[in-house]
């Protein structure tokens, strides 16, 4: 049965829990993130009480700390699937595993790079954009030299650099989901999620200049049935967990000017 939403005027009470986790996001974004968990509640008054009460990652109230990058600072919303399932990996902030630190080895990339298929995959686009590999050589021996290059070269170390230079171009790295709970399929996360991140898209595209929307996988792509998305420029692509990942184009062509492998 749907649930009836209360009155857009009347505000609702909002778990403290959830509440608390805001702390952790720039105060930019604090009406906005209130706004649209008020959008949550009235679609479905039982889902951020129950969540609550769960157990879910990213743990340490981390929730929202994506939104650490201020408002007026983003020029990409990079939306992907839900946290790493792991509590060391889940951040609250897509892709960049709390359990990476250094990225390389001497023998190519770190294992717990290479233990976070998505992160690996997209280290690896980064070096092909930047013609480091070529798209149907980018293990074993080809990725060993290039790896001990990056120890000395002036590339970045570590997954902290990473998000700093993610950052510095205006990333906002999102989740569809913003948590990941054990019993509970991400999808079914990521649709409560949506009235919230509809509020998120609304605030953007009223910015003064709108960002591009980058969409990672298939539960990322239910964004385009909001209508607010339609004021965005997007570029889309398979979830990163795929190896076709590593050869897209339009990736390639997004990412490749960045640079973002080498040190600020």
């Known amino acids: 049965m749907t649930a009836t939403a209360a009155p857009a005027s009347s505000p609702i009470a909002i778990p403290a829990p959830i509440l608390q986790a805001l702390d952790l996001a720039d105060a930019s974004w604090r009406p906005i ?3 649209g968990l008020q959008a949550v509640a009235r679609v479905n008054p039982g889902y951020l009480p129950a969540l609550a009460q769960d157990e879910y990652v990213p743990t340490e109230h981390r929730m929202f700390a994506a939104f650490a990058q201020p408002l007026d600072k983003v020029r990409y919303v990079l939306v992907g699937e839900g946290p790493y399932p792991r509590a060391a990996s889940a951040t609250g902030v897509s892709f960049m595993d709390g359990a990476v630190g250094d990225l390389w080895s001497d023998a190519g990339l770190s294992k717990p790079v290479n233990r976070a298929t998505s992160l690996r995959n997209f280290m690896k686009m980064l070096m092909v954009a930047s013609g480091q590999l070529q798209a149907d050589a980018t293990s074993g021996e080809a990725l060993a030299p290039v790896a001990r290059a990056a120890r000395v070269d002036g590339s970045i170390q570590t997954l902290a650099q990473l998000q700093d230079n993610l950052v510095h171009e205006g990333f906002l790295l999102l989740n569809a989901a913003l948590v990941f709970r054990k019993h509970v399929k991400p999808v079914i996360d990521a649709r409560a999620w949506l009235p919230f991140l509809q509020t998120v898209l609304a605030a953007l595209a009223a910015q003064p200049q709108v960002p591009t929307l980058v969409l990672w ?3 990322a ?3 385009q049935k909001l209508p607010e998305t339609a004021a965005f420029p997007q570029a889309v ?4 967990y ?3 990942f590593i050869g897209h184009p339009g990736m390639q062509a997004l990412f490749g000017p960045m640079a973002l492998l080498r040190a600020r």
């Open 33 to 35: 993130l209130e706004a």
């Open 217 to 219: 996988g298939k539960i």
């Open 221 to 223: 792509e239910q964004l």
């Open 237 to 240: 692509a398979e979830h990163p």
């Open 242 to 244: 795929n190896l076709s």
